[in-house]
């Protein structure tokens, strides 16, 4: 089966999306994600202009030389552009060959490890009442977990705290909106918070959080320590993972599980982490950690360490991605848990799917493929809007990590 075209879909059904589809001779065509958010045109241009001129007239079902060619063919390795669209083209790939077979993406890749699959959503507020208000509408919806934010007093704007509470999409502007952050305020702020979900839940609901990126290794420390007797399943993103060293520090003083690696792209930018078992669990994701191919590899090294998967399900990721992700979890031997942020009707539409919720679980479906498709001619309805994630600046004007 050869790989005969290859087109890259530009949409913006609510967010911005880049979608590959891998056409064949035999009339079997693979769907796969490109979106990188803020950046989406480089993942495109890359595509179109460097790797679908190599792709045609290859076997699709060569999903692992492929993958080689595209990684180490391109002698430039790494980095969140290269792997995004090896991603894409992973994904389709598999889509391809699961179709091929007539069988589900989770049979080729070992079958069912599980039923369903754990999701978390994301509970926020203006502030600690309206976050424990949102809690609850969580818990009515069948959540089992949660992930927690709240405004901080003082600060006009807090991560995780979204205008519409249900489709969060941080990227808000044609231009970098700029927020204001004080770590003091947060460090005060946030024990409160999950004081008062544990007094009125109780320890049933499993509880997260996100500081992402913006403490420093002792800062995290501490946060972890105050946060220990309301038994986070995971706080996230605790300091800026360049410093991979911060985190012997941070497990020097806590036992709160930790999550890192949203943003990591292979599995050398997790290996230490996973080794020292210095996390709990690792966060990659299909798009932006090479597909389904290499995520593989990342989880097999995680489950030789103890260390779970988490990975990363925000809606800059396009239902392709969420529907590949549920078959790697149904999977993955290792799995922990799975975010699940809900995309909008628009996208929904655009990106019609089989995977379903059901009392804090997903299920990806048993459809040939990974389950997802893409309505070309809807998407053609939301043209491209260059929009782009905020910055962060502390109270005194300085640069910080968003």
């Excluded at 089966?1 to 079997?28: A, H, W, Y």
Aim: aromatic letters at 10%; hydrophobic letters at 40%; a negative charge.
């Amino acid at each position: 089966m050869k790989i005969s075209d290859i087109k890259v879909i530009i949409s913006c059904p609510g967010r911005n999306f880049v979608t590959l589809k891998i056409m064949t001779d035999e009339g079997i065509y693979g769907i796969g994600d490109a979106t990188l958010n803020g950046r989406e045109m480089a993942v495109a241009a890359y595509l179109q202009e460097h790797v679908a001129p190599c792709l045609i007239g290859r076997d699709a079902h060569q999903t692992e030389d492929i993958w080689q060619f595209l990684y180490r063919g391109c002698y430039w390795r790494r980095g969140p552009v290269t792997m995004t669209a090896i991603a894409a083209v992973d994904t389709a790939l598999w889509d391809i060959k699961a179709k091929a077979a007539g069988l589900p993406l989770y049979q080729l890749l070992g079958g069912k490890s599980r039923e369903g699959v754990m999701v978390y959503g994301h509970a926020n507020g203006k502030d600690i009442e309206e976050t424990v208000d949102e809690v609850a509408r969580y818990i009515d919806m069948g959540y089992r977990a949660i992930r927690a934010q709240s405004g901080v007093p003082g600060l006009s704007s807090t991560y995780g705290v979204a205008k519409d509470k249900m489709f969060y999409e941080p990227a808000d502007a044609d231009l970098p909106t700029e927020n204001t952050w004080s770590t003091e305020k947060y460090l005060d702020h946030v024990p409160g918070l999950f004081d008062k979900l544990r007094e009125k839940f109780g320890f049933e609901p499993h509880l997260l959080h996100d500081v992402h990126h913006r403490l420093s290794p002792i800062e995290a420390a501490r946060l972890g320590k105050s946060l220990e007797e309301y038994r986070l399943f995971w706080l996230e993103d605790a300091v800026a993972a360049e410093n991979q060293d911060a985190f012997r520090i941070i497990r020097q003083h806590t036992v709160t599980p930790l999550a890192l690696g949203e943003i990591f792209n292979t599995v050398w930018d997790c290996r230490a982490l996973i080794q020292e078992q210095l996390i709990d669990y690792i966060r990659c994701t299909v798009v932006h950690a090479g597909g389904i191919t290499h995520l593989r590899r990342i989880a097999d090294l995680a489950a030789l360490y103890h260390v779970r998967t988490g990975c990363h399900g925000a809606t800059d990721l396009s239902p392709v991605c969420l529907g590949a992700a549920l078959h790697f979890d149904s999977w993955v031997p290792n799995f922990g848990i799975q975010e699940y942020m809900r995309h909008t009707r628009e996208t929904d539409e655009v990106f019609p799917h089989a995977y379903t919720f059901k009392q804090g679980y997903l299920y990806p479906g048993d459809v040939p493929g990974h389950g997802v498709d893409i309505d070309e001619k809807l998407a053609e309805k939301f043209p491209y809007q260059r929009a782009y994630l905020p910055v962060n600046r502390l109270e005194d004007g300085t640069m910080w990590n968003w």
